[in-house]
């Protein structure tokens, strides 16, 4: 039998993921939206393509409310992947979002723990790390079960704007954005290698910088341009890729938001560092040996996360 996984919020993020993982054939896909017929629509329209591009998953589509009905057509998922809340707007920092999507994802954790009380919870919603948190106390699953989208975007912006720098393929950067999804990410240009040759050898330290500023904003570089919508195309693929580490059991290493008890001398806090992601989740914290200005940056970023978990009062 296919695994199911259910993709709350239909916008453009919700239904790319949607399109990505079920191309991708191993899971049906819910997806869900509080406008009504959305959901439903775009489903539809994305299981008319299965005989073009050649899969058998089957896509549905459900309309929920705001205050947690139909949630059904979720029931027994194995992952739940949340998008849902409030965009981004022109101008707007993540920060703002929190108050306005503390209650939208507070509603929607507790239909979807109704419904699939042993799934595992992918988090997207802004800002990230404070909604993975809000998440994780309002499910009342272990911390394993729940993690956050945002490492794995952070660090693909990264890498490309590296390559495109040096002019190499995308694949051959290896590198990790760690932190807090936002102006405080952590990017480690000490640990960055582009085919094998350490970053600072290739590119001077102003144009590093230069990169790394642009990486902190990323998201509202896209903004600026969208206008009315926020990136979507890199996002969806990175909850596709997490979804194919849980539920194919890759065991991937990959930089998400996860729970940490210690690790990086930081308690209590979703923070964003590199996790071995597998069946259960988050199967182990994989703790990078870092700088003392690296681990200084990391510590700052989980203090500006801390501000935001403290002011939802967590």
């Known amino acids: 039998m296919r695994r199911k996984i259910s993709i709350i919020g239909a916008g453009q993020t919700g239904a790319s993921t949607a399109q990505r993982i079920v191309e991708r054939g191993y899971a049906d896909v819910v997806l869900t939206d509080v406008v009504e017929g959305l959901a439903e629509g775009k489903a539809l329209d994305l299981q008319e393509s299965a005989?073009?591009?050649?899969?058998?998953?089957?896509?549905?589509?459900?309309?929920?409310?705001?205050?947690?009905r139909g949630y059904e057509a979720t029931a027994n998922s194995d992952l739940v992947i949340i998008t849902s809340g409030v965009p981004r707007k022109p101008g707007m920092s993540r920060d703002e979002l929190l108050s306005i999507n503390q209650q939208v994802i507070t509603t929607v954790v507790q239909a979807v723990v109704q419904q699939s009380p042993h799934c595992i919870i992918i988090m997207l919603t802004n800002p990230v790390d404070a909604m993975t948190q809000l998440a994780y106390r309002v499910s009342g699953f272990?911390?394993?079960?729940?993690?956050?989208?945002?490492?794995?975007?952070?660090?693909?912006?990264?890498?490309?704007?590296?390559?495109?720098?040096?002019?190499?393929?995308?694949?051959?950067?290896?590198?990790?954005?760690?932190?807090?999804?936002g102006d405080t990410m952590v990017p480690l240009p000490?640990?960055?290698?582009?085919?094998?040759?350490?970053l600072k050898s290739l590119l001077s330290a102003d144009r590093i910088q230069k990169i790394i500023e642009r990486t902190r904003r990323g998201g509202e570089e896209i903004v600026s341009y969208l206008k009315t919508g926020s990136a979507f195309y890199a996002p969806s693929a990175a909850l596709a890729e997490m979804a194919d580490a849980i539920l194919l059991d890759q065991k991937r290493?990959?930089?998400?938001?996860?729970?940490?008890?210690?690790?990086?001398?930081?308690?209590?806090?979703?923070?964003?560092?590199?996790?071995?992601?597998?069946?259960?989740?988050?199967?182990?914290?994989?703790?990078?040996?870092?700088?003392?200005?690296?681990?200084?940056?990391?510590?700052?970023?989980?203090?500006a996360v801390r501000a935001l978990v403290q002011a939802m009062k967590l």
């Open 190 to 198: 000490d640990s960055t290698y582009v085919g094998g040759r350490p």
């Open 51 to 68: 005989p073009i591009v050649g899969f058998d998953a089957r896509v549905t589509g459900a309309t929920t409310t705001p205050d947690g």
């Open 253 to 303: 290493v990959l930089p998400c938001c996860a729970y940490l008890e210690g690790q990086y001398g930081i308690r209590g806090l979703y923070v964003g560092v590199p996790v071995k992601l597998g069946a259960s989740g988050v199967e182990e914290i994989i703790e990078l040996p870092l700088s003392e200005d690296e681990r200084g940056a990391l510590h700052r970023s989980a203090e």
């Open 142 to 181: 272990s911390s394993n079960r729940v993690v956050g989208q945002a490492g794995i975007l952070d660090t693909a912006r990264y890498k490309t704007f590296l390559a495109l720098e040096l002019g190499v393929s995308f694949q051959d950067v290896d590198a990790y954005v760690l932190g807090g999804h």
